[in-house]
Structure formats: C-alpha cells, structure tokens
C-alpha cells in the first residue's frame, strides 16, 4: 500500500530506512546486549531462553510480511512514539524498531515471562521423562539390530552423521533450527539410517552408500524449494538461488549415488523429475501449506518407491 507524503516515515529523514532495519534480527528487544562471543562461552539463564524465544516469533513473523505492511507497522509505531511526553528521546531507527518488536509482540499476544517461564518448566519435565523412556527404547533397539544384524559394521554410517546432528542440535539449542542449515544437516544425518538398514541387512557398502546420497539428494533439492514456497505463499520477494543451488547439488549427489551403485540409476531419474515437478511448481501460482506438504510427501515416495523397483530389478 502506498503512503501517501504526509506519513510519519516520510516526514521524518532519520526513519527513511526503518522498514529495512525492521525487517532484519529484533536484536533491541535484548536488554544491555552483549557480544556473541560472551554470551557463546555462558550457561544460558531462563531469561536468556525467553528472550531468544521472543527474538525468534518476532523474527519469523517479519518474514511473512511483504514490504508494504512492514512499513506500515513502522508508521503504527511512530505514531505512537509520538504521541508520548515531549520529553521523549529523539526519534531514532533503533527506537522505531524496539517499538515495532512490541507491537508485533501485542499481536502476537506472546506470553508474558511468567507465564512462558512456568509452561517452559512444565513441559521441559514431560519431555525430560518422554527423553527417558525414547532412550530405553532405543537402547533395546539397538541391542537387537546388534545381534541381528549381519554386517558389525553397521553402526558407522551412524558415526558419520553424528556431526551433522549435532549442528543441528546447536542451531536448535539456539532457537535457529528454522535456518537452511539445521534443517539440511539434520535431515541427512536422518537418512543415515537407510545406509545403516542396508549394511545391517547383508548389503554391499556401496549400495548402502549410494542410498543414502539419494535420500540426501531428496533433501537437498525439497528443503529450498519448500523454503521458497512458503515465502512466495506469505507474498515475500523470493529469490531462487537456495533452489538452484540445491537442485545443482542434488544432481551431482545422485550421479555420485549412481556411481557408487548402478542399480540406483532408477532411483537417481526420480530426482530429475522431482526437481521437474518443483520447477513447475515455482512457475505457477503458490499453493497451501497443507497442498505444498503432501505433495512433497507423494514426491518423497515416487523417490523411494523407484529407488526400490531399480535396486530389485537389478
């Protein structure tokens, strides 16, 4: 929506860049922030967590917003900077963003920290005992593929993905995990298992390998793409360099998964068609979240289901 000469941001030359201060990390909302490196090296208090709770809502809703409504929440805010006591500080872009962060937070309607410190206690507990009874589970599984399994070898696919969970787990640790680079590493470190399914079952390590770079060649080309989707679905400019770069990388990983075992041939087409499908996708209209989900689901099986059918018919 245009505005029109008369609005608080044109009016006012020290606010002409707001929106784009606005747009980027709510930093402000952290009170006497200190530099990263200090806090790196910190245990970090409850406050600290809530207060990386609030950066993050308030981040990923600026994402969803276009240009202009970005503005528009600006001139919200200095208008009612404005209207405080005459004595008030002078109008700065840092100012006008604190205020931005709290109205985003009244729309949001984000728990106080009160409230977000007692469900936080809550649920850290349930997940505590949940944790629990997943690692004794785990354990017995693993026990059983251990003496089951044909290969002892097994467990080393496992150890190579244990630094991409990792990471992972530090962006997640970091309210981050929303970022290209958990969600990516995360997922790979996941499809290890498909690598360690066929060497427990008596398959040849190349095959076991080659498994594993299809599915990882899946997620390379999906995540971006997904990641685009959503930020042409909430109207943002989108660029298509995460896509491309993904889909390149992709096609290189699939040809590796071929060369490491020529039955996954069929397996490694399935990808080129699903970055053909994904491309198309892009060139149309963007759908639901909900449409955008199972077709990424049905994609994902055509992957499987072909990589399956050319290891068999081999």
């Known amino acids: 929506m245009p505005h029109p000469d008369n609005s608080p941001l044109t009016t006012s030359p020290d606010l002409g860049t707001v929106a784009r201060v606005a747009a980027g990390p709510a930093v402000s909302m952290l009170p ?76 949001l309607n984000l728990p106080s920290y ?15 005992r949940v944790a629990a009874v997943e690692l004794v589970l785990l354990a017995i599984l693993v026990a059983g593929a251990a003496m089951l399994a044909e290969d002892g070898s097994w467990w080393i696919p496992a150890v190579v993905a244990v630094p991409m969970l990792v990471l992972a787990l530090w ?16 997922s ?5 298992v498909a690598a360690m ?19 990882g060649a ?5 995540i971006p793409h997904v990641r685009h989707e959503i930020g042409r679905l909430h109207g943002r400019a989108a660029s298509r360099g995460e896509p491309t770069v993904g889909d390149v990388a992709a096609i290189a990983v699939a040809a590796a998964a071929v060369v490491m075992d020529g039955s996954l041939l069929l397996g490694s087409v399935a990808i080129l068609g699903v970055i053909v499908v994904q491309r198309i996708a892009a ?8 449409l955008l989900g199972a077709r990424q689901m049905a994609l994902g099986l055509a992957v499987v289901a072909a990589t399956a059918a050319g290891t068999w018919l081999a």
Do not use: C
């Open 32 to 107: 006497n922030p200190q530099p990263a490196r200090r806090i790196a090296v910190k245990a970090r208090s409850l406050k600290q967590e809530y207060e990386e709770f609030l950066l993050q809502r308030i981040e990923e809703f600026k994402d969803q917003l276009a240009r202009d409504e970005l503005l528009a929440i600006a001139d919200e805010a200095v208008r009612e900077l404005e209207m405080g006591p005459e004595d008030q500080l002078v109008l700065t872009e840092v100012l006008v963003l604190e205020h931005v962060d709290r109205l985003i937070t009244r729309r």
């Open 114 to 128: 009160r409230r977000w410190r007692d469900r936080h206690v809550e649920r850290t507990a349930l997940a505590t």
């Open 171 to 186: 962006y997640d640790m970091r309210s981050r995990s929303r970022r290209l680079v958990p969600e990516l590493t995360g």
């Open 188 to 192: 790979i470190a996941i499809a290890s």
């Open 197 to 215: 399914g066929a060497v427990a079952g008596g398959e040849a390590w190349p095959l076991a390998t080659g498994l594993w770079l299809v599915l």
């Open 218 to 222: 899946r997620i390379l080309t999906s």
């Open 283 to 290: 060139a149309r209209p963007p759908v639901r979240a909900r």
